[in-house]
């Protein structure tokens, strides 16, 4: 049973698997995603702002 569900995910794409598994991200995990960018950026760590910031494009 559990390999048919696990080929199942495979078979769907990503915009079927958001629709079933309730749709998109939810804000307070978009907010979050900000807040640690502006810690990166208040650090000065440029390379980590980057990359939470190519995560909220990718998911908000």
């Known amino acids: 049973m559990k390999?048919?569900?696990l080929n199942l995910g495979k078979a769907l794409n990503k915009l079927e698997q958001t629709e079933i598994n309730g749709g998109g991200p939810?804000?307070?995990?978009c907010d979050r995603l900000l807040r640690r960018a502006d810690r990166?950026?208040?650090n000065g760590n440029l390379n980590g702002a980057d990359r939470v910031l190519d995560t909220y494009d990718r998911i908000c």
Do not use: E, M, V
């Open 3 to 5: 390999k048919s569900i």
């Open 26 to 29: 939810s804000g307070r995990r």
């Open 40 to 42: 990166y950026l208040d």
